[in-house]
């Protein structure tokens, strides 16, 4: 269920990357390449995992699935907040420089 | 339980190589006093540039896969942070995994990053030849 949720983070976070011109100015990419490579890596780990577990692996029960899905979806909000924190530092409306500046704050 | 930390000490070489190659190509671009060299290069997307994007790719992969395991209680904000290390047979445990599932992940997001940039490089060879030719 995480990587689910991780995989359609990615894709989402990719189709809002190709259709907004000012991806290059918003650092829309970072966006992109953190939930592809966690999805990469969590498609590994599913293989892995389907290896050992074989049918059972289909078959989780539902605490397991709800527990999994709550982690995918904290997952998702952390991947957003690292990419905030990303955008605020690089700032490129000026915003934060501006809020800290000393002529705002006069 | 630490398979990330494969992938980790990847990112961070692959961060540092593309810093090193990032200061080696400025200062080629600065001292370059030919203009059509310089354009040529500006041209392309230097290789330092994907090498960011291998980059970038590990690091959000990490950082994800990080919060993975502390929600798991594999990883505690303490020393020795993981906690497999308090056991020696969750050690031997935990080395296996990451010389197989941490090893995997490490080459398949490589493998997906020199597959991307094998076809963006075969694109711009063909806008190259297809701008040459007009």
């Given at each position: 269920?995480?990587?689910?949720?991780?995989?359609?983070?990615a894709v989402i976070s990719t189709l809002?990357?190709?259709?907004n011109p000012d991806r290059k100015k918003?650092?829309?990419?970072?966006?992109?390449?953190?939930?592809?490579?966690?999805?990469?890596?969590?498609?590994?780990?599913?293989v892995f995992e389907f290896a050992e577990?074989?049918?059972?692996?289909?078959?989780?029960?539902?605490?397991?699935?709800?527990?999994?899905?709550?982690?995918?979806?904290?997952?998702?909000?952390?991947?957003?907040?690292?990419?905030?924190?990303?955008?605020?530092?690089?700032?490129?409306?000026?915003?934060?420089?501006?809020?800290?500046?000393?002529?705002?704050?006069? | 339980?630490?398979?990330?930390?494969?992938?980790?000490?990847?990112?961070?070489?692959?961060?540092?190589?593309?810093?090193?190659?990032?200061?080696?190509?400025?200062?080629?671009?600065?001292?370059?006093?030919?203009?059509?060299?310089?354009?040529?290069?500006?041209?392309?997307?230097?290789?330092?540039?994907?090498?960011?994007?291998?980059?970038?790719?590990?690091?959000?992969?990490?950082?994800?896969?990080?919060?993975?395991?502390?929600?798991?209680?594999?990883?505690?904000?303490?020393?020795?942070?993981?906690?497999?290390?308090?056991?020696?047979?969750?050690?031997?445990?935990?080395?296996?995994?990451?010389?197989?599932?941490?090893?995997?992940?490490?080459?398949?997001?490589?493998?997906?990053?020199?597959?991307?940039?094998?076809?963006?490089?075969?694109?711009?060879?063909?806008?190259?030849?297809?701008?040459?030719?007009?």
């Open positions: 269920m995480t990587l689910v949720i991780a995989l359609i983070c809002i990357w190709y259709f918003l650092k829309l990419s970072v966006l992109c390449f953190e939930f592809w490579g966690a999805s990469l890596m969590w498609l590994v780990d599913a577990l074989k049918e059972e692996f289909f078959t989780q029960s539902a605490d397991a699935v709800v527990n999994d899905a709550l982690l995918g979806l904290c997952v998702a909000v952390l991947g957003v907040v690292v990419y905030l924190i990303v955008l605020l530092i690089s700032d490129p409306n000026g915003v934060v420089k501006q809020l800290f500046s000393k002529k705002d704050n006069e | 339980m630490a398979c990330f930390v494969v992938p980790a000490v990847e990112a961070v070489a692959v961060t540092i190589a593309a810093a090193v190659m990032k200061k080696k190509h400025k200062k080629q671009t600065e001292t370059a006093n030919n203009a059509e060299r310089s354009t040529e290069k500006e041209s392309a997307t230097p290789f330092y540039k994907k090498l960011g994007w291998l980059a970038s790719l590990l690091w959000g992969g990490v950082i994800l896969l990080a919060f993975e395991h502390l929600w798991h209680g594999e990883i505690v904000p303490w020393f020795p942070f993981l906690t497999a290390m308090s056991d020696p047979t969750a050690i031997r445990e935990m080395l296996i995994e990451m010389a197989t599932v941490g090893v995997t992940m490490s080459v398949v997001v490589t493998a997906a990053w020199a597959v991307v940039v094998a076809i963006g490089n075969r694109i711009a060879k063909r806008v190259a030849t297809g701008a040459n030719n007009k």
